[in-house]
């Protein structure tokens, strides 16, 4: 079955620190792999899509890599800001599927604090 | 900027009511999707639909049906809400694409509540 794990579950850091939220999937082959940010209260918003064959995207202080080969994606937030606290959304997109198909994981909820 | 509006943000329903929930996007976008999103869990796919008048099964349809009788609005029906229908339902739309490599545009989301 095609899963989207994400870890950690929660996490809590203070704000100017770096962190890094993962992605592990099963979903093979796919088309894309996409990290959305949700705040509380709102509706998902992209931050990354990478296909399959970019090892790397980047959006301001957010960097997105991805490893075909071991199926794990990681999103990294630099400088973190309390605007930052959010939860983290990995989303990936088998190759034979549409937007019917997407698979998502359940987030990584991120709190940052003064 | 694509804006995607849902027209509740918060809804209380009883048991057995029929529940609305309406969705209108200002972009022209051919697919427009209904999810509901509940702790711990991905988001679900409830309906979708490529065009007008067209409309698509998703993962989770049971209990719910949805309407396209205008590109720009896409309404998720609950026939006879039921309390595990309680849930923050979200609706997102996107351009046409086979693949979908586009983004997906949300919804603020409506959290609704059946007592």
Known sequence: KNQVEQSPQSLIILEGKNCTLQCNYTVSPFSNLRWYKQDTGRGPVSLTIMTFSENTKSNGRYTATLDADTKQSSLHITASQLSDSASYICVVSPFSGGYNKLIFGAGTRLAVHP | ?115
Not at chain 2, 58 to 70: L, N, Q, T
Not at chain 2, 83 to 90: A, I, K, R
Request: aromatic letters at 12%; charged letters at 25%.
């Open chain 2, 1 to 115: 900027d694509v804006k995607v509006t849902q027209s509740s943000r918060y809804l209380v329903k009883r048991t057995g009511e029929k529940v609305f929930l309406e969705c209108v996007q200002d972009m022209d976008h051919e697919n427009m999707f209904w999810y509901r999103q509940d702790p711990g869990l991905g988001l679900r796919l409830i309906y979708f639909s490529y065009d007008v008048k067209m409309k698509e099964k998703g993962d989770i349809p049971e209990g719910y049906s949805v309407s396209r009788e205008k590109k720009e609005r896409f309404s998720l029906i609950l026939e006879s809400a039921s309390t595990n229908q309680t849930s923050m339902y979200l609706c997102a739309s996107s351009p046409r694409a086979s693949v979908g490599n586009e983004k997906l545009f949300f919804g603020s989301g409506t959290q609704l509540s059946v007592l």
